[in-house]
């Protein structure tokens, strides 16, 4: 069973607007848990995750349908 997902640019991109508000740049969208957790890279090598909740605060908890 596969417990990640990975998405095109174009899908991160939509399910990612309303974290607008964040810097997000130089992070690039990795893969998804099963659950919405979306894991971030960037190019130092440091990333984090978190569940964009959409129309809330970053890590609401909320899965964003892509």
């Not at 090598?45 to 959409?54: D, E, H, R, Y």
């Amino acid at each position: 069973m596969e417990l990640t997902k990975q998405f095109s640019e174009q899908q991160y991109a939509r399910a990612l607007e309303s974290w607008a508000w964040l810097d997000l740049a130089g992070k690039a969208p990795r893969f998804t848990s099963l659950f919405g957790d979306v894991f971030l890279e960037s190019a130092d090598g440091c990333g984090g995750s978190s569940t964009p909740s959409k129309g809330s605060s970053y890590g609401g908890g909320t899965q964003v349908p892509i």
